[in-house]
């Protein structure tokens, strides 16, 4: 009996030790098995540079010249458009667009946003200018030859016989960008504030840009020497009804002395030998001017009354 038990005993002692060592081996079995539970894709990755409809895209738009964009260390347009306010759905006025250094940034960022970008350009007719009555054919074949990247620009004029540059009291913004002092030796700068502010509606702001002339210097009626003192500009604005709202050290250049040969063209982007209408020099030394880079530029803000 005894012995019986005994065996007993140990048959169950083995089933006990082959059941562990079964379930021993399983789970190795188990941990040793591929998991095939598929993968979580992965996060694409964020796409370079800004994004698109932003005002950092525009600015950094690959169909921007890189002559243009060398100018960016003088005109800082971010900073400078960043002060005037500028948001996506504006209708924003550039009187005298030249070639287009700003319609490259603002007609973009206009276009993606819900905006519009009006162009008030040289004056047009028989009289016209024959340069900027080629500058003005050149901008309208520009600005319309791509409408996913422009959009639908909206052409206008601005000159002495001109009338409204859009339709009165629609403007968010109107922009002069270094256009002031042709403006005083056409004798029409009264003109062009008196029409930036029909445009504006109530509470709209004006951007100013230009040459500045030291407080010290004599100001030229017609501003020969392209640079006007800030003084007289908020006159200006102030006697078409506008309200000073702040200035800005955005543009200044504490190296330009105002004091060229040629003016203000005398410094790049221009770049004067000689008077303008004559031959280059090319003996003229350029070595200070370059040196100088671009002016010195009043930035200022004013708004029309609410």
Same mark, same amino acid.
């Given at each position: 009996?005894?012995?019986?038990?005994?065996?007993?005993?140990?048959?169950?002692?083995?089933?006990?030790?082959?059941?562990?060592?079964?379930?021993?081996?399983?789970?190795?079995?188990?941990?040793?098995?591929?998991?095939?539970?598929?993968?979580?894709?992965?996060?694409?990755?964020?796409?370079?540079?800004?994004?698109?409809?932003?005002?950092?895209?525009?600015?950094?738009?690959?169909?921007?010249?890189?002559?243009?964009?060398?100018?960016?260390?003088?005109?800082?347009?971010?900073?400078?458009?960043?002060?005037?306010?500028?948001?996506?759905?504006?209708?924003?006025?550039?009187?005298?667009?030249?070639?287009?250094?700003?319609?490259?940034?603002?007609?973009?960022?206009?276009?993606?946003?819900?905006?519009?970008?009006?162009?008030?350009?040289?004056?047009?007719?028989?009289?016209?200018?024959?340069?900027?009555?080629?500058?003005?054919?050149?901008?309208?074949?520009?600005?319309?030859?791509?409408?996913?990247?422009?959009?639908?620009?909206?052409?206008?004029?601005?000159?002495?016989?001109?009338?409204?540059?859009?339709?009165?009291?629609?403007?968010?913004?109107?922009?002069?960008?270094?256009?002031?002092?042709?403006?005083? *030796?056409? %004798?029409?700068?009264?003109? =062009? +504030?008196?029409?930036?502010? &029909? #445009?504006?509606?109530?509470?709209?702001? $004006?951007?100013?840009?230009?040459?500045?002339?030291?407080?010290?210097?004599?100001?030229?009626?017609?501003? *020969?020497? %392209?640079?006007?003192?800030? =003084? +007289?500009?908020?006159?200006? &604005? #102030?006697?078409?009804?506008?309200?000073? $709202?702040?200035?800005?050290?955005?543009?200044?250049?504490?190296?330009?002395?105002?004091?060229?040969?040629?003016?203000?063209?005398?410094?790049?982007?221009?770049?004067?030998?000689?008077?303008?209408?004559?031959?280059?020099?090319?003996?003229?030394?350029?070595?200070?001017?370059?040196?100088?880079?671009?002016?010195?530029?009043?930035?200022?803000?004013?708004?029309?009354?609410?």
């Amino acid at each position: 009996m005894a012995e019986r038990q005994a065996n007993v005993g140990e048959m169950s002692r083995r089933f006990l030790l082959g059941g562990a060592g079964l379930l021993a081996l399983t789970g190795l079995s188990a941990c040793g098995r591929k998991d095939e539970t598929p993968a979580k894709p992965e996060t694409p990755a964020a796409p370079a540079g800004p994004a698109e409809g932003s005002l950092e895209w525009a600015v950094q738009g690959a169909w921007r010249s890189p002559q243009d964009k060398a100018r960016d260390a003088f005109r800082h347009p971010m900073e400078t458009l960043r002060f005037y306010g500028l948001q996506p759905r504006m209708t924003v006025v550039e009187f005298w667009p030249g070639s287009g250094w700003y319609s490259e940034i603002l007609a973009p960022y206009l276009a993606r946003g819900g905006g519009a970008y009006v162009a008030a350009l040289f004056p047009e007719g028989p009289t016209a200018d024959p340069a900027q009555a080629v500058l003005n054919a050149a901008f309208r074949t520009r600005f319309s030859s791509d409408k996913k990247l422009y959009g639908e620009p909206q052409f206008s004029v601005f000159g002495a016989a001109s009338g409204p540059v859009t339709a009165p009291g629609t403007a968010d913004l109107c922009l002069f960008m270094r256009t002031l002092h042709g403006w005083m *030796a056409a %004798g029409i700068a009264e003109k =062009a +504030f008196a029409d930036a502010f &029909a #445009a504006l509606r109530p509470g709209g702001v $004006l951007g100013v840009e230009q040459h500045r002339l030291a407080p010290a210097q004599d100001q030229d009626p017609v501003a *020969a020497n %392209g640079y006007v003192q800030e =003084a +007289f500009v908020r006159q200006l &604005a #102030a006697e078409a009804g506008f309200v000073f $709202l702040e200035a800005s050290e955005i543009n200044a250049n504490p190296e330009d002395t105002k004091d060229h040969p040629f003016g203000v063209d005398t410094l790049a982007p221009t770049r004067l030998t000689a008077p303008r209408g004559q031959p280059a020099d090319p003996d003229f030394d350029r070595t200070k001017y370059d040196a100088i880079g671009e002016s010195d530029r009043m930035t200022l803000k004013f708004r029309k009354p609410e």
